[in-house]
């Protein structure tokens, strides 16, 4: 079992930044990797970023140069750094981890909001 709890959401302006957490707990040695998607209304749950034990971060074209996906071993924490927020970013973010049995699990998500 995996507990993830994510941070760091809220109202931002267009241009804006904002940090999300996801701290990981539980069976944490048997992830493979971790990953931030977002499902805005009406749409589908989109995959963000990922990054995996070996650090190797991938990203979905809408966010590269904007979005910084990284992960502190020592606190169990993924982190996604999202600057130039524009108002198409307006998602609830969800963090996962990937088992190496190929399990997922999900946080409880966290509302972003660009708006001016």
């Known amino acids: 079992q995996v507990q993830l709890v994510e941070s760091g959401g809220g109202l931002v302006q267009p241009g804006g930044s904002l940090r999300l957490s996801c701290a990981a707990s539980?069976?944490?040695?048997?992830?493979?990797?971790m990953g931030w998607y977002r499902q805005a209304p009406k749409k589908q749950r989109e995959l963000v970023a990922t990054i995996t034990f070996g650090g190797s971060p991938n990203y979905v074209d809408s966010v590269k140069g904007r979005f910084t996906i990284s992960r502190d071993n020592a606190k169990n924490t993924v982190y996604l750094q999202m600057n130039s927020l524009k108002s198409e970013d307006t998602a609830v973010y969800y963090c996962n981890a990937i088992m190496e049995n190929r399990y997922i699990y999900w946080g409880q998500g966290t509302q972003v909001t660009v708006s001016s």
């Open positions: 539980g069976s944490i040695f048997s992830i493979y990797a």
